[in-house]
């Protein structure tokens, strides 16, 4: 009798609270309680979150659970849409009307309601398909991750892309960190919520338009089965394979060409082409010696490119990136088009990026991204930069005391094992080293001061050091560390 008393008090003072809470003197803030029951004997709900924000539990009486809404800028709407969470581990999100329902919610734990009345998330063995696009039109989506592991993609339409959401042992969660990768070779991830907007996501990246919407059915309604491992197929018989493709939607990749470096009187180039034809993409060009700046000329023209017109050019390789001014050239005698020409200090991290990366994408202001291969363009890359830059001029050479640990006697030829598994030999005679390393010609350097100790030589841009049974090995930039095999 005590108990069935203390029910009754219990919900006349939350009735008395409920409306309390309904007006506020003012009229610019209000609250409201409401109700929630679950369709479930001996489960109640727990947890009901609006907007992102947990609401406050007011009280409980039974198996209802009242909730409150503030709203510290208006009227409380009736339409809301609230994600609950039942005792029994089960979250289903809902759109309710307050209003209509007289403040008082039944969500459906069991089966999803037939319409109306909230609907109940996928459980755990299931996924949702989602819809993605982002704001650029000028790049396209090629890969998906959920918290950095690769989905698939189900279905493209437009700029959209498909994929399936699946459900953790908890139920479905809105909250997801999403990674994209775009067709410019762009990288991002965004932590979204994938049911907003009836679960249809554009990620914002230029500020651009919002696409239209997809076709209605490119979702398809209701719970998606997850993927399955793959079952264990008998091992194929070798076929033919045809040439592979680029995917669809990624840049095209210029890999049919060689990186080459040459120099002759007092001019260096670097450049990407066909040698056969003369066909080129790339060309770079200093004057040796300069120093300062080289000249890049791409071989790729644009629409509206004329002489002395001026366009952003972006370079992307790894983690580089970088926009840079360009001059439309003299129109060419045989082509009759203007090619951007872009002048780059040999200290600029472009160079550095073309040395160390696999692939540099390009792009002329907002048109399509293509790449070049950087297969082969270390090396060349590294003699160009050293013919360009000004040499150090170099004192006379003076008569040096014997070092306390000379190198190997004068015309004697010793080898030397490198720290990149190389093999070079060193013939030492006087003033001078012949260096020899593998089929390449025999390099003589002469000897000049030093200030780090040890016997320094050079020619050129090429510098060896040498410390009794080790030396410094320097070769167009390239510094390698060699001990007497």
């Known amino acids: 009798m005590r108990h069935l008393i203390r029910n009754i008090v219990g919900v006349a003072t939350l009735a008395t609270t409920l409306a309390a809470l309904a007006f506020v003197p003012g009229g610019s803030a209000e609250s409201r309680l409401f109700t929630a029951q679950s369709d479930q004997a001996g489960v109640t709900i727990v947890q009901a979150v609006r907007n992102g924000q947990v609401l406050p539990v007011a009280g409980q009486n039974g198996a209802s659970t009242f909730f409150r809404i503030d709203n510290p800028s208006g009227a409380v709407p009736c339409a809301n849409r609230i994600q609950f969470t039942a005792s029994n581990g089960r979250?289903?999100?809902?759109?309710?009307?307050?209003?209509?329902?007289?403040?008082?919610?039944?969500v459906r734990v069991g089966a999803a309601p037939a319409g109306g009345g909230g609907a109940a998330l996928p459980p755990a063995t299931s996924a949702r398909s989602v819809a993605i696009?982002?704001?650029?039109p000028n790049a396209s989506i090629t890969e998906a991750f959920l918290s950095g592991k690769s989905v698939p993609i189900t279905a493209r339409q437009g700029s959209y892309v498909r994929i399936n959401v699946p459900s953790s042992p908890a139920g479905f969660e809105c909250q997801r960190d999403l990674g994209l990768a775009l067709s410019d070779g762009r990288r991002i991830a965004r932590l979204v919520d994938v049911c907003a907007s009836n679960y249809v996501v554009v990620v914002a990246l230029s500020g651009g338009p919002r696409p239209p919407p997809p076709p209605s059915d490119f979702i398809p309604p209701g719970e998606q089965p997850l993927p399955q491992p793959p079952q264990p197929?008998?091992?194929?018989?070798?076929?033919?394979?045809?040439?592979p493709q680029p995917p669809q939607g990624q840049p095209e990749v210029v890999a049919n060409m060689e990186w080459q470096f040459a120099q002759s009187n007092n001019r260096a180039t670097f450049r990407y082409l066909t040698p056969a034809t003369g066909a080129a993409e790339f060309s770079a060009s200093c004057t040796a010696g300069s120093g300062g700046n080289a000249s890049i000329t791409l071989l790729r023209s644009t629409q509206g490119l004329a002489p002395g017109v001026r366009i952003p050019v972006q370079f992307t390789a790894g983690t580089f990136t970088k926009t840079y001014e360009a001059i439309g050239s003299q129109a060419s005698q045989s082509t009759g088009l203007s090619y951007p020409v872009l002048t780059v200090a040999l200290a600029d991290p472009l160079w550095a990026a073309l040395i160390k990366e696999s692939v540099v994408f390009i792009r002329f202001g907002q048109d399509r991204t293509y790449g070049l291969s950087l297969r082969g363009s270390a090396q060349k890359a590294r003699q160009f930069l050293a013919a360009c830059n000004v040499?150090?001029?170099?004192?006379?050479p003076e008569p040096q005391p014997p070092?306390?640990?000379?190198?190997?006697?004068?015309?004697?030829?010793?080898?030397?094992?490198?720290?990149?598994?190389?093999f070079i030999t060193i013939a030492f005679g006087g003033d001078s080293a012949v260096v020899t390393e593998g089929g390449d010609v025999p390099m003589v350097l002469m000897r000049v001061p030093s200030q780090q100790g040890g016997a320094r030589y050079v020619a050129g841009f090429n510098e060896l050091v040498a410390y009794a049974e080790e030396v410094s090995w320097s070769r167009d930039g390239y510094v390698r560390g060699c001990r007497l095999n």
């Open 91 to 106: 979250v289903v999100d809902s759109n309710v009307d307050l209003c209509a329902n007289n403040f008082a919610v039944l």
């Open 133 to 136: 696009a982002i704001d650029d």
């Open 233 to 243: 197929q008998p091992a194929p018989q070798p076929q033919p394979q045809p040439a």
């Open 391 to 396: 040499p150090v001029v170099e004192p006379v």
């Open 403 to 422: 070092t306390t640990q000379p190198p190997p006697r004068p015309g004697n030829a010793v080898g030397f094992r490198c720290n990149d598994g190389s």
